[in-house]
């Protein structure tokens, strides 16, 4: 990937399609907007405004998280839909 997010930030691909248990799936289109998807790319962190110290972000490239439903800025990237949200849009990590 040649994005890189800076400080807080991190880009996410939002799972967009669902399949119902009998196995069929629902379009994008016809479902609300994803607050699920996984993480490409992760900034450093954020500065400290005391000691100027970067603060390390919790979240890794691969995590699965949760974020807030209008969070973040969708861009394109390579044809895809991701998006770049701050750590603080970010709700949890899927395990």
């Known amino acids: 990937m040649n994005l ?9 691909v939002p799972k967009s399609e669902k399949e119902t248990e009998s196995g ?5 289109t016809a479902e609300e ?3 699920q998807g996984e993480v490409l790319a992760v900034g450093p ?3 400290s405004e005391q000691s ?24 394109q990237l390579g044809g895809e839909d991701v998006l770049i949200l701050t750590s603080r849009d970010v709700l949890a990590i899927v395990k």
């Open 4 to 12: 890189q997010p800076l400080e807080d930030r991190l880009i996410v």
């Open 45 to 47: 962190g954020r500065r």
């Open 24 to 28: 069929l799936i629902i379009p994008d």
């Open 52 to 75: 100027g110290e970067i603060i390390p972000m919790e979240i890794s490239v691969g995590d699965v998280v949760i974020f807030s439903k209008y969070g973040g800025t969708e861009i």
């Open 33 to 35: 907007k994803p607050q």
